[in-house]
């Protein structure tokens, strides 16, 4: 069974920074890639960033490169969305999402099967 728990949300005023954390039960996590989506009130869920199973490959929303960075540590079984010159737009719940697949950088929701609960990410102006 595999469970997702995000962490590290909360407030933060623009230009600030965040760092949130996946963290995955299950012998899978080191061969399944894995994403960050978000979903703002009254909008769909959209994409974030992905990485490969290895970390040596990744994938970013146009509105966040540059400004997020994706990454993980498979001994830790632990994925990670460095968020930085955050803007009142990121706000949203996050969300992480574990691949069906080990390589494929997936931007569509339908693509992962197993996502956690979210975490709140509010960024005031």
């Known amino acids: 069974q595999v469970q997702l728990v995000e962490s590290g949300g909360g407030l933060v005023q623009a230009g600030g920074s965040l760092r949130l954390s996946c963290a995955a039960s299950g012998r899978t996590f080191s061969t399944s890639a894995m994403g960050w989506f978000r979903q703002a009130p009254g909008k769909e869920r959209e994409f974030v960033a992905a990485?490969?199973?290895?970390?040596?490959?990744?994938r970013y929303a146009d509105s966040v490169k540059g400004r997020f960075t994706i990454h993980r540590d498979n001994a830790k079984n632990t994925m990670y969305l460095q968020m930085n010159s955050l803007k009142p737009e990121d706000t949203a719940v996050y969300y992480c999402a574990r691949g069906a697949t080990s390589h494929g950088l997936e931007s569509a929701a339908s693509r992962y099967p197993y996502w956690g609960q979210g975490t709140q990410v509010t960024v005031s102006s």
């Open positions: 990485i490969s199973w290895s970390g040596s490959s990744t």
